[in-house]
């Protein structure tokens, strides 16, 4: 499924929409560029689950949570990994939790990540420069459905 935004107010948009159907567990990856819109989309979600506070890149801290929505969120960047690998974060603990995961450069983390996931993938338009198209890409039962959701 692709999603066009024509600007960043509707990939929270969106966004929003998606974190409706989330449950405990849920991973979605965030692929694209600097600039792409993961972060963005990332405050749309956490809007979307009831969660008030700013909402900021994890690239320095590797893993922000947030806990005081309807479900947590636990989002994180994994850049700063590449050649490192995420061996020593317990990934796993946060992905087989009580939240739902969100991670940027999802490239970086190797083997690390789980067989089920939505992975979506942020493409800038080269001739409109705050449109992107959110390409979905469902990796599991669950995530195909949640797909045909979102298209209804």
């Known amino acids: 499924m692709d999603f066009i935004a024509h600007n960043p107010e509707e990939t929270q948009q969106f966004a929003h929409k998606l974190a409706q159907h989330l449950?405990?567990?849920?991973?979605?990856?965030?692929?694209?560029d600097l600039g792409a819109g993961k972060t963005t989309f990332t405050k749309g979600l956490a809007l979307g689950l009831g969660i008030k506070r700013n909402i900021k890149s994890p690239t320095f801290t590797l893993i922000r949570e947030y806990t005081e929505g309807r479900l947590p969120l636990y989002h994180m960047d994994v850049y700063r990994l590449e050649g490192t690998?995420?061996?020593?974060?317990?990934?796993?603990?946060?992905?087989?939790?009580?939240?739902v995961c969100v991670v940027e450069w999802p490239q970086y983390a190797g083997d690390d990540l789980p067989d089920q996931y939505l992975k979506i993938s942020f493409v800038?338009?080269?001739?409109?420069?705050?449109?992107?198209?959110?390409?979905?890409?469902?990796?599991?039962?669950?995530?195909?459905?949640l797909i045909k959701q979102l298209d209804e």
């Open 85 to 99: 690998g995420t061996a020593d974060l317990g990934l796993d603990e946060y992905f087989d939790g009580d939240g």
């Open 23 to 32: 449950q405990a567990g849920d991973v979605i990856l965030l692929q694209g």
């Open 124 to 145: 800038k338009d080269p001739d409109a420069d705050d449109q992107r198209v959110l390409k979905l890409q469902a990796h599991g039962l669950h995530y195909t459905q």
